[in-house]
């Protein structure tokens, strides 16, 4: 297998803004320059004991780093920002990932996550503070992931959930449960807001965006499928935006083994056989809707 070199500058990149810490800091402790370090992100070769630091100061493995294997990442921020280096030059997106796909929600849904993720992050959470901190520098990367697509364009494969959506609306988009009987109702109009925005897409059928609704449950964990032009990556994560958000624990990992892709591929497909689509899908989103205003 050969090692391409852009890609352990990214996840360097990733797992350095994931750290919290300055690249000033970072070359500091490990005996670099801050030139020399922004220049292994961009792709040249660091030798191996430099890798070596590097690793052990972010807390990486250095089978991670180098993309040996599977790609294993404990942070929300160092794995979003990973899919924004894979989106910068992918072709097509295949989403399962709760009701609502981040790359085509709607500009209030932007607005209102924030607040939504860091309502997630419990009160009694030791570290609530730069859990907070993490959610905050979170936002500029998935606003440059919703640039880069709108740019871009990449096609969309999306795969939703029926019961999902229906306890979206049911909840609205919030991070936690208890909340202000005010507060709530303004959650629900927002998700209600963010239903309609898919029926209009559903309806519109933009050109390289497909959205499939699967009446029941879909698998909980969550993935993504990168197709770029000389090759596919598979992701998969326990972080979630939006709908019972999770951006402060779990493992998520990122791999082109040809076996894992091969597997959720036709994983795909058998949900994509079963979807409801356009018109079908537009009226079942409706039908979930009107039972929530009875």
Not at 25 to 39: C, D, F, V
Not at 87 to 103: D, K, Q
Not at 245 to 264: F, W
Not at 266 to 280: F, I, K, P, S, Y
Request: aromatic content about 6%.
């Amino acid at each position: 297998m050969s090692i391409r070199f852009d890609d352990i500058g990214d996840r360097l990149k990733a797992f350095r803004l994931a750290s919290g810490l300055s690249a000033d800091e970072i070359s500091r402790r490990i005996g670099i320059s801050r030139t020399a370090l922004y220049r292994f992100e961009k792709g040249d070769v660091a030798k191996v004991e430099t890798l070596e630091k590097l690793a052990d100061l972010l807390d990486v493995s250095i089978p991670t780093l180098m993309g040996v294997g599977v790609e294993y990442i404990s942070s929300a921020v160092a794995f979003f920002e990973r899919l924004r280096q894979i989106e910068s030059t992918t072709e097509h997106i295949v989403v399962l990932a709760g009701p609502i796909s981040f790359l085509l929600a709607s500009d209030g849904f932007d607005q209102t996550l924030e607040v939504c993720l860091s309502e997630s992050i419990p009160e009694e959470e030791k570290e609530r503070d730069r859990a907070l901190e993490q959610v905050a520098e979170l936002m500029p990367i998935l606003q440059k992931r919703k640039d880069t697509y709108r740019e871009r364009r990449p096609g969309i494969l999306n795969l939703i959930s029926g019961a999902e959506i229906e306890r979206f609306l049911q909840n609205g988009l919030i991070g936690k449960l208890d909340l202000p009987d005010d507060v709530k109702d303004d959650r629900r109009a927002r998700a209600l807001a963010e239903a309609k925005h898919l029926i209009m897409m559903m309806e519109a059928e933009p050109i390289a965006v497909q959205i499939g609704i699967i009446p029941g449950t879909l698998p909980h964990t969550s993935f993504q499928i990168f197709r770029q032009s000389d090759r596919k990556v598979l992701a998969m994560s326990p972080f979630r935006l939006g709908e019972q958000p999770n951006v402060h624990g779990g493992i998520a990992m990122i791999t082109s083994a040809p076996e894992a892709l091969a597997l959720h591929q036709r994983t795909v497909q058998d949900l994509w056989c079963r979807a409801l689509r356009g018109a079908d899908a537009a009226n079942f989103l409706r039908q979930l809707i009107a039972r929530q205003s009875t």
